[in-house]
């Protein structure tokens, strides 16, 4: 079946310590890849997006997204959080043979510790 | 530039009753899309408005409904409450929408529904 996996539901993290969020996706071609961040009482907003071409991307914020075909991943990452970092974060696909919609993984809740 | 608003921001109402959620693009953005986030189902999309006309349409029951208006405001209802409709809905505008899967969607806060 169709979906978006982000296995882990909570990450704690010291602040300055890397970050590796985790997201695998099950789709027949590679959709549209997205991460988005979402802080309490706030909506969606977008970290950085894979629509083709160089598999490491850049975002706002620091954060950098990993795509890997063959493991249909697409991790995100940053090389040292930041308290302010501490939220929910969301992988996201469009995937190619659908009109125009975001599918979401179930999130992962990012915790820094001081 | 406005981002995208959401009205209203906190909405309490009981089982039966039904509810109309508005939703404000950012200027110039013609698609909005609507979703409901719950802790059990996650983000889960509604549905998506382009010029006027509904062009993309999730796995919910007909009591929701929705519509977009000529300047692109759109508004979502929902008839019928059931407790399972609390939610935080969220609304996203991006500028062409429709297929354009490039096209980034801007999200608004949300408009935070408690069903009694």
């Known amino acids: 079946a169709q979906s978006v996996t982000q296995p882990d539901i909570h990450i704690t993290v010291s602040e300055g310590a890397s970050l590796e969020l985790r997201c695998n996706y099950s789709?027949?071609?590679?959709?549209?890849l997205f991460w988005y961040v979402q802080s309490p009482g706030q909506g969606l907003q977008l970290l950085l997006k894979?629509?083709?071409?160089?598999?490491l991307v850049q975002g706002i914020k620091g954060f950098e997204a990993e795509f890997k075909r063959s493991q249909s991943s697409f991790n995100l990452r940053k090389p040292s959080v930041h308290w302010s970092d501490a939220a929910e974060y969301f992988c996201?696909?469009?995937?190619?043979?659908?009109?125009?919609?975001?599918?979401f993984g179930s999130g992962t809740r990012l915790l820094v510790r001081p | 530039k406005a981002g995208v608003t959401q009205t209203p921001r906190y909405l309490i109402k009981t089982r039966g009753q039904q509810v109309t959620l508005s939703c404000s693009p950012i200027?110039?953005?013609?698609?909005v899309s609507w979703y409901q986030q719950t802790p059990g189902q996650g983000l889960q999309f509604l549905f998506e408005?382009?010029?006027?006309?509904?062009?993309n349409k999730g796995n919910f029951p007909g009591r929701f409904s929705g519509r977009q208006f000529s300047n692109s405001r759109s508004e979502m209802n929902v008839s019928t409450l059931e407790l399972g409709d609390s939610a935080l809905y969220l609304c996203?505008?991006?500028?062409?929408?429709?297929?354009?899967?490039?096209?980034?969607?801007?999200f608004g806060p949300g408009t935070r529904l408690t069903v009694l």
């Open positions: 996203a505008s991006s500028y062409l929408g429709g297929g354009s899967a490039r096209n980034e969607q801007f």
């Open positions: 789709y027949g071609a590679t959709p549209y």
């Open positions: 894979y629509f083709s071409g160089d598999t």
């Open positions: 996201a696909v469009v995937p190619m043979d659908s009109s125009y919609k975001l599918i």
């Open positions: 200027s110039g953005h013609r698609s």
């Open positions: 408005y382009f010029s006027e006309t509904q062009r």
